[in-house]
Structures are given as C-alpha cells and as structure tokens.
C-alpha cells in the first residue's frame, strides 16, 4: 500500500524547502502546515479548493487525475494541483486508497474578515483508519484503527497490548495476549490501519487483501506516564483498569493518535466506552477460519455469498455493524447465547412485532455516526432533525416490543409481552430521551438548509429575541413591497418600479422619458442606459434595519443552534446506549427473519457431561444435528440434501468421498452451525444439539485455497502447526485435505499423524476430509475415529453425486469422471483411464507376486517405495478395470486368475480393502464365469459385491 514516493511528497515538498526564505506569506504558511504533519499530504484551502504545491501538486494531479497548473508570484513558478471543496470525497478517497494521510489545512477565519493572510489550521488529518466523512465511510463496517505495544514481563513470552478506536462511533476496544494471539485478534478486528510503539512485534495481516497499513507512531505516546495521562478524559483511574501495561499504553496511544487526526483539539468526548475484553471470551475464529468458512468474504462465489450476507436482514447501518460484530466474536457463555436464542426464538414467533421492528428501524439513521459528529462539533441542523426522526421511533418501537396492536397475546397466566427476559431488558434500554427530542423538535427547523451560518436553522417561537428580529427584517421587506405601489400612486409613474441587487441594495428605478415627475427627495444612485435609479432617506433606513436584522439574527440562529448541539452533545453516553440498544434490537430481528424464512431450528446447548441414557456417562456432549444444512450453498442449490452429523465429544470423522461429493459443504455445515449457534442464532437444520465450543479451527487443502504470499503448502503447514499447538479438548477442528500440497507419501503420512495427535493428545472434535482412503484404517485402530463417506452413482459413465453423508469409508475417487464433467478434453480422459487400469494393474501384479501376506493391508500398500502420486487405496481404479474388462472380455479370463481387490460397497464402519487372493475356490470359478462383457458396470459391481460378501462369510 505504501506508494514508492511517499517520502518525497507527505510533509514539506523539497521544492518548497528550497525555496522557503524567500516564500511569500501564503506559501510560508503552507510550508509551516507541510513541516509540522510530516507523515501527511498537506491539503491547503484557498478559497473554494484545497491546493497543494511542487512535488505534493504532482502526487495530487497523478493519483487524483486533475490537472496539474502553475502559480507564479514574485518568487518564483511552483507547480499547483487542486481538487474542490463542495466534492473532495472521490479525491481524498483516491489519495487514501493510494496510502497517503490527508491533512486538511483549512481558512479558520472568515476571509472576508481578515485582514492580510487568512488564518489556516490543520483542522484534521484523514487516515485509512480514522475517517469520519459519511462519503469516505462504507455504512454499516466498522473502520477501526488500532495500536500495539509490547511488554517485557518476565515471563517467557512477550505480552502485547491492543488497542482499537472507531473513531467514526466511539468504539474502542482493548485487550491483550502473547504475539500470536493479537495477531489472531488484529486479524478478526481487520483494522484499516496500525501504530505501532516502540518494540512491539511486526504484525503482517494473514490476508492482504483485509490487510492494514502499518506504521510507527511517536513513541512518546506509548509511554506509560503520557498514555495514562492522554486515558483519563475517557475513565477514571485508568492504572487500574488494564490487565496489563501494555494495554494501557496502546489504549493511550491509539487515542493521541485519534485525538491527532481530529485536529488536535483535545480528547474525543465521544470516545465514552473504552472496553477492555479477553477474547478467551469469546469464540476465537483466527482469519484461516473465517476465510475458509465464507464468514465475510467469498473467494469463489459471488462475493455476496457469505455468512453474513444470508443472515443480514438488518434495517439500519447501526443493526449491521452489530450483527458483523456479532458473527466476528461469537460467544462463549452458554447463558449469554442462550438468552440470545430466547430472544430471537420470541422475534421469530411474533411476526407482527418483527415487522414492526423492522418497519421502525428501517427510518433510524446512523445513530453512532450522528452522536459522534454531534459531539465533535460538525453536525448540521440536517443531522439534529435526522437525530430526531431515529428518536421518534423509540416509542413505536417500545410499544410494538410491548405488543403490537392486533397481535395475538401469549394464553401463558402472565400475559406480558415481552415473554423473554432478554427483550424485556432491551426495551427498557430503549431510552426514547424526551429532552433531547423536544428539545430539538422546538429549536430546529423541520426542513433546514445543510449551512448553519446564513440562518434558517431555527425554528420560530424558540427564541423571542430572534423572533423580533425576524419580524423587524419581515416588516421591512413587506414595506419595501409595498413601496412601488405607493411610490407610483405618489409619483403618478406607472413604470416605477423598486428592485435590489447585491451592490447597490434596494432602488427605486424611473425610466428617462419620467424623470421631470421624480420627486425632490429621491437621491441619484445609478445611472443606466434609459433610465435612472434612485434611493430615498427612508428606503435607506429601511434597507440597514432589514440587513441588520438578517445579519444580527443569522449570527443569533448560529449561537443558538450552537447551544442546541451542545445541549444534544452533553446526551452522548444515554445516545450511544440507545443506539446499542437498537442495534442489538435489529441484529436480532435479522436472525428471527432469516431463522423463519430460511426455516432454521433453535439449537439446543449441551453442556459438561453427556447425561443421555445412551452415552457412557464420561464422555462429554458432541454434536448431533439432524438434517443440517450449509446456509449458503443451500440458497444456490434448487435441491440440497441435508445431512445428520453425530460427533461425539473428542472424536475424528474421516471422510472420504469423489470429488465434488459434498465433503467440504458437510463439514463446514457443521462448523457454520456452531458459529451461528454462538453468535445467537438458529441454525439450518431439522434439530441440533451442541456445545459450547471455544475455538473453531480450519485447515483447507492448498488447492481450496489460493491466497499468494507464502508457498501454498508452507502455508497449509503452518496453519496446521498453529492448530496442532492450539487446539484442545473444547476445539472444533476442520481439516480439508491435509497434505495434498506435497507428495503423495510424504502428504498422507502428515495427514494420519495429524490425525492420530488429534485424537491421542488433542482430544480435539475433528473432521477430517481426505483423498487418502487409507486413513479410513485408523477407525479400527483408534476408539473414537469413525469413518463416513459420500457416495455416487455412476450410469453409463455418467457420475450422480448424491450428496448424502453414510456411516463407513467410501471405495470411489471418481476423479476421472469428474475430469470428464468438467469438460477435460476426451483424449485426455481416455489417456488418463489407460493410465490410471495399467498402474492398478501393475499394483495387483506386485501384491499378488509378493504373496498375501504383502496382498492383505492395503495401508502397507500405501506406504514406503510407493510411486509418488499412486492413489491411495483407490478403488475406483478397480471399478474402471473392471469396465474395461467387461469391454475386451479376452482379458478378463486370464487377468481373473488374480481375482480383483473386493469391492467395499457400502458401509462397513472400516472394513480393511482385502484382495480376494486367498478365496475359497468356488468362488474363483464362479468369478471365472462371469460374463463381463455382458454386464453393465453396475451389475459387474453388484456381482462383485455378492462374491466379496460370500468371501467374508466364507472366510
Ligand atoms: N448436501 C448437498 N446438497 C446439494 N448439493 C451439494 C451438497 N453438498 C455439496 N453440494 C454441491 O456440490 C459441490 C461440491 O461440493 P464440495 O466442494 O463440498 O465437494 P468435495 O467433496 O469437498 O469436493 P473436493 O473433494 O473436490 O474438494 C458444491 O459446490 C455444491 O454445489
């Protein structure tokens, strides 16, 4: 992000420093500006734009796309770009995309006042992190900047504090951790941008795409001393409201740094809730997991297609933000997300008060967003009466929450509504701030003017002062109307007429031809082409009371709308509460509409030990979800089959399956349940009954996930090395093919090994899905690996994917067929099918010429001296040869002789592949005798199936 020639352009452009003892004023100023924000582009007003010279001038015309001109003055031609102040947003959004810091160096006297050079400040310093202009914002997202500072403790690992500000709603954050778990954390914030203090670690964002601009940040504001002083405007006592220094002094200097771009002018009165958390308190989702669950971003779909995008059915940006908040940080309090449920489980049954909520809060505006240009002193009178319509729906709201007319009561002995102790304390919390409404709907216009300085901003009847005034300037100017009517009846001049301009002010106007009728006193004016235009004494006077009393009461409606702002600014905590308040209100309705019309179920939460008449009793709640589905495929899909998932607590699924099969779908439906659940909604299922878990961790198959940077498989690795040191008995582990971006031996053994730590020391709650069928083994080998599969069907070469999850490991690749579907060149399939018959042929040749011993364990097979990209234990290539046979029928007499590997058809719960080499000679002859050239595969399958059956049962 950094462009390559910042250095030259942000603070003082060398062309100005050359130059600067002989600037003139104007350009000295500008200079003063450039020098004291050296890490920013100096945008200097000058009338209606806003300039910027030399070298600066060039980046402004390059990144800006405007033209780049020259001012000349007496000493010297310095290059001159500009952008204009009525419509800076696309342009100061282009120089923050191109990674520059904006200070706006503003007129802060009225240039008409001044005398000489016009005073200049920088009024504020726009950042990717710290923009407040509704233009440059995106509604609804957090823009969080955030600082870090490292500690030195004297234990083993370094403790960094962070610190994360909205400064366009107030919000900051602060937690703290050892490295890896900020950079976890600062991964889920997303910052826009990060300062960084003096020592602390450099954190690179997993994803660059969400990634943050970092940079150092004057390391005096991360000492303790400064940053506790910078804290205290915001709490009281603040060495004592931190775990931790390091947190103090980020918290400190993430606010000198918002108190900086907001043009110095002292702390940020509505920065009111600095919030310390743990975020072991909540469900930890590393950026790994929410990129590979599609929780925000959607790599491969639509970019709309994710998480949050089917369960935002928000109204307003407030219920958005809190909803992302939400999805961001799940919870772990099983009372927490329970009370949630109640709540949303009441929203999804009364349909009238959902819709009424929804109807309210579809006409809030941005209530954070408000209260903060409130408190900073830049609302309009727009903004007040735009305050004023979000407040109006507090009532509406507290009675639809209370029942709405015509809803059908609860029959229950308490007939109250809201049922649920979780709405009943939002409504309470639904402050509907009578003083501030009145107070606003008294003072300001119902539909005033967006400049607050040229008066009809204030309401009449507010203020009697400005009442008179406002009479005196009427009476006036209906006198002045009434003058040409009077004037001509005096004069006897029917041509007369009275008109204003801006240099002259009013004026009685007579044509040539009627200038003997003038009367003695009128004064000459202005002399035109054909007539002359005149004053009189009184019309003088007339004029400066009624430009007296205009100027008089436009100062007067300022210092009172000022007062207004003031008076709404000292709310700012109780406007904030509300505005939480009807942000959870309408995050909530967006889960009961989406859990209704999307027809999920309320999860039910199992905690501690798993007390059902079947469990064991030691061992702890699992998953059960009956008819689960994946909330985003679902809504692509016409038709998508549901699946059960039963996982008992500490267990690994292994699951095998074709390509295409519905692997990955399955088991991020199980995660994406959990999250929902977590977050407090319903879940897409028939039912489902889960834990709380603590952390959800993915790993997806290199191919799956395509994010630069590091070697792809380097990058599986570490994940699964962040997974394997983290992950514990109350961890959620999804693991997507493990492995598969390396050889084929060296991948499947990383694969059982994970798999077998997992289990043996993790004791985490995996699934894991794999093209190595020989992990399927482990079922037998370890208590609580199952095996489930996905099956196909295959009709005249043609592949069904099923979809369906079944007990047992699967038999079928499919690979081929799927290379085919996707429109592989038929040469190439063909080519692929030979390939794949004679290297399967070749393994049965050397399994049956080593002997059976050698034959019996395919997970031998598998192992040492095998060729690299062998397919593991796959016995679709049985199935094609067996095709092939049915196709040339002169081989399969002598090929039968070494009777094909049995096939493991459906669900064996992990039933070893054996090859049928030592059967009962019956059988062989009866094998012998098949006439493959008359089957379809299907009936050779299902023959096959008959003898391997009678092998078991023989055998
Ligand atoms: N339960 C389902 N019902 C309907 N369609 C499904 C279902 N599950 C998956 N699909 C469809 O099948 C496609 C492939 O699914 P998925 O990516 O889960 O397969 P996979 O077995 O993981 O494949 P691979 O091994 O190639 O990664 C999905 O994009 C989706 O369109």
Request: hydrophobic letters at 40%; one cysteine or more; glycine letters at 8%.
């Amino acid at each position: 992000m950094e462009p390559a020639d910042r250095e030259t352009v942000t603070g003082l452009p060398p062309g100005i420093a050359a130059a600067r003892e002989d600037l003139t004023p104007m350009l000295s100023q500008y200079a003063d500006l450039c020098a004291a924000h050296g890490d920013a582009l100096v945008l200097f007003q000058v009338g209606d734009f806003y300039e910027a010279f030399c070298e600066a001038a060039e980046t402004v015309a390059r990144v800006c796309e405007v033209t780049l001109t020259e001012r000349s003055d007496s000493t010297g031609d310095y290059p001159m770009a500009g952008i204009p102040i009525d419509n800076a947003a696309p342009y100061l959004e282009s120089l923050l995309d191109a990674g520059y810091r904006v200070a706006l160096g503003d007129q802060v006297e009225d240039a008409a006042q001044a005398s000489g050079l016009v005073d200049r400040a920088v009024t504020e310093v726009i950042t990717p992190g710290t923009v407040v202009e509704d233009d440059l914002l995106e509604s609804g997202t957090t823009n969080y900047v955030a600082a870090v500072a490292a500690e030195d403790d004297d234990s083993a690992e370094t403790t960094v504090g962070l610190a994360a500000v909205d400064v366009s709603t107030g919000e900051c954050l602060v937690t703290s951790g050892g490295p890896d778990a900020v950079a976890g954390e600062l991964d889920r914030i997303a910052p826009a941008e990060l300062i960084a203090g003096p020592d602390a670690p450099a954190f690179e964002p997993s994803d660059a795409e969400r990634g943050w601009t970092t940079h150092d940040y004057d390391a005096g504001a991360f000492d303790r001393r400064t940053a506790t002083e910078r804290l205290e405007p915001y709490l009281p006592a603040p060495e004592r409201r931190f775990d931790a220094d390091a947190e103090l002094r980020a918290a400190g200097a993430v606010l000198a740094y918002a108190e900086y771009t907001q043009g110095d002018d002292g702390p940020l009165s509505y920065v009111t809730r600095v919030r310390r958390y743990d975020p072991r308190d909540r469900l930890r989702l590393d950026a790994a997991a929410q990129r590979s669950l599609e929780l925000f971003e959607n790599r491969g779909l639509g970019a709309s297609d994710t998480l949050f995008d089917a369960l935002d059915e928000t109204n307003c940006a407030l219920g958005r933000r809190c909803l992302e908040r939400w999805l961001r940080r799940p919870l772990v309090d099983a009372d927490a997300i329970r009370s949630r449920h109640d709540a949303v489980g009441e929203l999804a049954d009364r349909s009238l008060a959902r819709e009424g909520v929804a109807d309210a809060l579809a006409t809030a505006y941005d209530l954070e967003r408000l209260v903060s240009r409130v408190s900073r002193g830049r609302a309009d009178a727009r903004d007040l009466r735009s305050l004023h319509r979000t407040l109006a729906v507090v009532p509406d709201l507290k009675a639809t929450l209370a029942g709405a007319e015509g809803e059908e009561r609860p029959t229950t002995d308490d007939p109250a509504l809201p049922r649920t102790e979780h709405l009943r304390d939002l409504g309470d919390r639904l402050d509907e701030l009578a003083g501030v409404r009145g107070l606003i709907d008294d003072a300001i216009a119902t539909d005033p003017p967006q400049e607050i300085t040229e008066g009809g901003v204030i309401r009449e009847g507010f203020d009697g002062d400005l009442d008179d005034l406002r009479a005196t300037e009427r009476e006036g100017r209906e006198w002045v109307a009434d003058l040409e009517a009077s004037e001509r009846e005096r004069t006897g001049i029917d041509s007369l007429s009275v008109g204003h301009n801006q240099v002259h002010g009013y004026y009685i106007e007579v044509t040539d031809a009627n200038l003997d009728r003038v009367p003695d006193d009128y004064r000459r004016r202005q002399t035109l082409k054909n007539s002359e235009r005149y004053v009189t004494p009184e019309l003088k006077e007339r004029e400066e009371e009624i430009v007296g009393a205009a100027e008089r009461a436009d100062a007067l409606e300022y210092e009172l709308f000022v007062d207004v702002r003031e008076r709404v600014a000292a709310e700012t905590e109780r406007i904030q509460a509300l505005a939480d308040a009807l942000a959870e209100l309408d995050a909530l309705a967006s889960l009961a509409a989406v859990a209704v019309e999307h027809d999920y179920v309320r999860p039910e939460l199992r905690e501690g030990v798993d007390e059902s008449p079947d469990a064991d009793g030691a061992a702890t709640a699992g998953v059960e979800i009956e008819g689960g589905r994946h909330p985003v495929v679902e809504r692509a899909e016409d038709a998508f089959v549901p699946n059960d998932a039963d996982l008992p607590r500490g267990s690994v699924a292994v699951i095998t399956g074709p390509n295409m099969s519905g692997k990955s779908t399955y088991m991020r439906s199980v995660a994406l349940a959990v999250v929902l659940a977590q977050t407090g909604s319903f879940v897409p299922a028939q039912a489902a009954t889960l834990p709380v878990f603590d952390r959800v961790f993915t790993r997806v198959g290199a191919s799956d996930d395509i994010a630069g940077g590091q070697s792809t498989f380097m990058r599986e690795m570490s994940e699964l090395t962040e997974i394997l040191h983290d992950a514990g008995p109350d961890s959620l582990v999804l693991l997507d093919e493990v492995g598969r971006g390396t050889a084929t031996t060296d991948g499947r053994a990383i694969a059982r090994a994970a798999a077998e730590f997992l289990h043996d020391e993790l004791g985490a709650t995996a699934l894991f899905a794999t093209h190595y069928h020989g992990l399927t083994d482990l079922a037998d080998e370890r208590e609580r690996v199952f095996n489930l599969h996905f099956t196909a069907t295959r009709e005249d070469g043609d592949v069904t994917f099923l979809h369906r999850v079944v007990p047992g490991a699967s038999s079928s690749s499919y690979g081929v067929e799927v290379a085919e579907l996707a429109g592989v060149p038929g040469a190439v399939v063909d080519r692929a099918r030979d390939l794949v018959a004679a290297e399967e042929a070749d393994r049965w040749r050397a399994a049956s010429g080593a002997g059976r011993e050698d034959a019996v364990d395919p997970a031998d097979r598998s192992g040492e001296g095998e060729a690299e990209g062998d397919r593991d234990g796959d016995a679709s290539l049985r199935e094609f040869l067996a095709e092939e046979a049915s196709e040339d029928g002169s081989r399969s007499g002598s090929e039968a002789d070494t009777p094909p590997e049995s096939e493991r058809a459906e669900p064996t719960g992990g039933d070893d592949d054996r090859p049928a080499a030592g059967a009962p000679p019956g059988l062989a002859a009866e094998l012998r005798d098949l006439d493959l050239a008359r089957m379809t595969p299907i009936e050779a399958l299902n023959a096959l199936h008959d003898l391997q059956s009678r092998v078991d049962d023989d055998g």
